[in-house]
């Protein structure tokens, strides 16, 4: 196994302008230098750092198409760094939970993550969700199916589709993507119970592996950031709908 930690640097020159870049903030040596072994051999270029502030650093100087980012990081932790990329941009991160806490996935998922994978991770799953982030990056076909132009509308709530805006009364509200692609697909289907499955397949664009609670918390923060204009109703046992008569 390659050295994985020292060369940051010097790494970046020798790739190909279309090779797509990955940063890697990990301070497990043996991890960071076993994915960055699996995702080289996929093809990508990947930087590696191993303290968060340096992460950051890194993440804003080369501008990578995808951070991986460990939770638990010496200088800066995991849920800082995410939320400091997401104050001046959209790079898709892949966050690394130490263990398997649903706690940490909900609030790396709250904060903007777009993944997250438990270590030990097999590192063929890492490279493929690396994929399918990238992808879904890329091409965001993913979520409304609905013209550009198209205006939602359910008693206070207004929803400009091709803007991707949204309006409680007149007054602009701030979602994130995925919480806007949630409450597009449901109102889409306005009058259909849509089961967490279906939804996290429509908005994600895969299945999060067997863990439906993601659909659950955006829910809550649906609720949370629209209040009594809400019009998604919890169907017991199934899913969600928003109702055919509001
Ligand atoms: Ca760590």
């Not at 990329?85 to 966050?95: T, Y």
């Not at 449901?186 to 279906?198: A, D, S």
């Amino acid at each position: 196994m390659t050295t994985a930690t020292n060369s940051v640097n010097s790494m970046t020159s020798q790739f190909s302008e279309d090779q797509q870049q990955v940063l890697i903030v990990e301070d497990e040596p043996n991890i960071s230098s076993f994915a960055r072994m699996y995702l080289e051999a996929a093809g990508f270029d990947v930087l590696v750092a191993e303290r968060g502030d340096e992460g950051l650093e890194l993440a804003e100087k080369e501008k990578p198409d995808l951070v991986i980012l460990d939770l638990m990081l010496p200088g800066m932790d995991g849920y800082e760094v995410t939320k400091r990329l997401r104050q001046d941009g959209q790079i898709p991160i892949i966050m690394l939970t130490a263990r398997d806490d649903p706690v940490d996935k909900v609030v790396g998922l709250e904060l903007g993550a777009d993944d997250y994978l438990t270590k030990p991770f097999n590192p063929r799953e890492l490279v493929a969700r690396a994929r399918a982030v990238l992808r879904r990056a890329e091409a965001p076909p993913e979520g409304p199916t609905a013209p550009e132009n198209t205006v939602l509308e359910v008693d206070t709530l207004r929803v400009e589709v091709g803007g991707r805006e949204v309006f409680v009364d007149g007054e602009g509200i701030s979602l994130t993507p995925k919480e806007f692609d949630l409450l597009v697909a449901l109102i889409e289907n306005r009058g259909l119970v849509l089961t967490r499955e279906q939804l996290l397949e429509r908005v994600w664009g895969f299945t999060f592996l067997g863990d439906s609670r993601t659909i659950d918390v955006h829910v809550r923060q649906l609720r949370r950031k629209l209040g009594d204009a809400c019009p998604i109703q919890t169907v017991w046992g199934t899913g969600y709908k928003v109702a055919a008569d509001r």
